[in-house]
């Protein structure tokens, strides 16, 4: 039916519209692939399709070249399955307040393309959505192919989206956006037929870590990510979970004193007011105030800073671990997860934060899930400042549908 040089177009294999669940379960399959390389027995997991129904569907887009079976592995069960002669490339965007990063792969290789830019949401309008798009051309001209084969397009922002509609249910006061408006839209005029698929950019860096990084093999995961602002995702059995309005696990506003200073949200005391971007520098600019000049100006500059040895960087971060491990704790009592992951910037500062931070959450959780043979971690982040695009990536190819993700 097939001769060797057909090659498939990635974007007619996962839209096509069928009602055929059969055609649905091949689908899935091929998109778990995508993801990432799996073996048959992975591929049930990651699908809930029974062993018996993956082999047999595998076999037909083996024999169709869809897929092709890697010769490494044992056994024939054992073995990993790859993307065959198909065409796609897969986006993933990480949208920030003042930063962005792109990744673009082609769906038949694991070599990834990465950039980042320093223009972001706070730039208001659709400025950073024209400069963004054009990342996006170029990223997938470097892939070899073209922008005309982008088969999914993961797009997390920095606003709770509302998982039934997909739309923003709500967003940082300091963001012109429209509360009303369907982030999608943004970039559909730019790519007007590619499939977008929208989130909160901190749920799609937990995704990240989950697929790629220091979730991998977890079953219950928990990231905060810890910047300008401070946002979290949770992974439940492979699921992020969200809540009723795209809220849950917004760690951020997690109110550690009643009594503390207003914070953007219209409380009190949150976390963020204590462990924010700009509230550490602000702390470092305080303590130098009249003694130095070269004052720090974004995070990453104080966290080079403290790793070159200034002891106000360091204790800074170290109070921010603390007040970080203490809100963990609360979280770690909740969900009881595997693994906690601290991401963000100050993910970048790991080795500075951990143990602090470490410390902490086991002062004031319980002891059970430390004093185990398998116990709950507190690890830093293993993608980096590619979490985000990586996982919106990865969530955007598994995704069957643009709405209600
Ligand atoms: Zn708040």
Not at 138 to 147: C, K, P, S
Not at 155 to 169: E, F, H, N, Q, Y
Not at 170 to 190: C, E, H, I, N, Y
């Amino acid at each position: 039916m097939t001769s060797s040089s057909t090659t498939y177009d990635a974007r007619k294999l996962l839209w096509t519209p069928s009602d055929s669940l059969r055609d649905a379960n091949r689908r899935k399959i091929i998109r778990a692939v995508m993801v990432e390389s799996a073996t048959q027995v992975n591929i049930a997991k990651l699908t809930a399709l029974s062993p018996a129904t993956v082999s047999g569907l595998v076999n037909e887009l083996v024999a169709e070249k869809i897929l092709r079976v890697d010769s490494a592995g044992d056994g024939e069960r054992g073995k990993k399955l790859r993307v065959g002669n198909v065409r796609g490339v897969a986006v993933g965007i990480e949208v920030n307040h003042n930063g962005l990063a792109v990744a673009a792969r082609r769906v038949d290789t694991s070599a990834i393309e990465f950039e980042t830019a320093d223009f972001g949401a706070d730039q208001g309008g659709n400025v950073w959505v024209r400069e963004a798009s054009q990342l996006i051309r170029e990223l997938a001209g470097q892939t070899g192919l073209d922008a005309d084969h982008i088969v999914s397009f993961g797009l997390g922002i920095p606003a709770a989206i509302d998982p039934r509609t997909g739309l923003v249910s709500q967003v940082a006061a300091s963001l012109d956006w429209d509360l009303a408006g369907d982030p999608k839209q943004r970039f559909s005029d730019q790519f007007p037929s590619v499939p977008i698929i929208v989130d909160n950019e901190a749920n799609l860096a937990a995704y990240g870590e989950y697929i790629y990084g220091a979730g991998r093999g977890k079953e219950t995961m928990f990231l905060v990510k810890a910047s300008t602002g401070i946002g979290a995702g949770l992974i439940v059995g492979g699921l992020i979970f969200r809540g009723r309005h795209g809220l849950a696990g917004e760690i951020g506003h997690l109110t550690m004193d009643p009594l503390g200073i207003v914070c953007r949200c219209g409380n009190r005391g949150c976390l963020e007011t204590l462990v924010g971007g700009a509230r550490l520098i602000e702390q470092v600019r305080q303590a130098y105030a009249g003694y130095r000049m070269d004052l720090p100006t974004s995070l990453e500059a104080m966290i080079e800073r403290a790793k070159a040895g200034d002891h106000v960087c360091r204790r800074v971060l170290q109070d921010a671990s603390r007040n970080i491990g203490v809100a963990l704790a609360k979280v770690a009592n909740v969900v009881n997860p595997d693994v906690m992951v601290l991401g963000g910037d100050l993910g970048r500062a790991s080795d500075l934060l951990i143990d602090t931070a470490m410390h902490e959450m086991k002062l004031f959780s319980l002891r059970g899930m430390y004093d185990h043979p398998v116990p709950t971690k507190l690890v830093g982040s293993e993608l980096g400042q590619f979490a985000g695009a990586r996982g919106a990536l990865a969530f955007a190819l598994k995704a069957d549908s643009t709405v209600a993700p």
